[in-house]
């Protein structure tokens, strides 16, 4: 039996992060197998940031860090599923609770916001 994500198929694996008591998904990213590895030895999420090419410790810059709370791989030890309690009560850069906050009506093709800003990312990311 496999004993986790298999890195040797792909540098890099999608992370799907779910919060853990709602349910709601999050966020997608990757890790690489440090980032997996820090994962599980601090208990706070940590991805690859595939734009920076380096590691993103999640809520280094805005405080809203993901706690984990369990960990899950697919069939395939190619993609991961992380519960996490979300700090901050926002995982999106934008400031958003999910970075799924925009939905596609599939009859019009019109797109809705559907989410409330939790923070102002000109604020919290100020450089």
Same mark, same amino acid.
């Given at each position: 039996? %496999?004993?986790g994500?298999? *890195? &040797?198929? @792909? =540098?890099?694996?999608?992370?799907? @992060? /779910?919060?853990?008591? %709602? $349910?709601?998904?999050?966020?997608? @990213? ?10 599980? +030895? !601090?208990?706070?999420?940590?991805? #690859? %940031?595939? &734009? ?5 410790? +999640? $809520?280094?810059?805005s $405080?809203?860090? /993901? =706690?984990l709370?369990s960990?899950? *791989?697919?069939?395939?030890?190619? !993609? ?5 309690? /979300?700090i901050g009560? @926002?995982?999106?850069? =934008?400031?958003?609770? %999910?970075? #799924? #906050?925009? +939905?596609i009506d599939?009859? !019009?093709?019109n797109?809705?916001?559907?989410? =409330?800003?939790? #923070? ?6 100020q450089?």
């Amino acid at each position: 039996m %496999s004993m986790g994500p298999d *890195f &040797s198929k @792909a =540098e890099l694996i999608p992370v799907i @992060a /779910q919060d853990e008591q %709602s $349910g709601d998904v999050l966020m997608l @990213a990757y890790m690489n197998q440090t980032a997996y590895e820090e994962t599980l +030895k !601090t208990g706070r999420v940590c991805y #690859f %940031s595939r &734009s920076r090419n380096k590691l993103w410790r +999640k $809520g280094e810059e805005s $405080g809203n860090v /993901q =706690e984990l709370r369990s960990i899950y *791989f697919d069939c395939d030890a190619d !993609t991961l599923l992380v519960k996490v309690h /979300q700090i901050g009560g @926002a995982a999106c850069h =934008e400031g958003y609770r %999910s970075c #799924f #906050f925009r +939905k596609i009506d599939p009859a !019009t093709g019109n797109v809705d916001v559907i989410g =409330e800003r939790v #923070f102002d990312p000109k604020k919290v990311y100020q450089k």
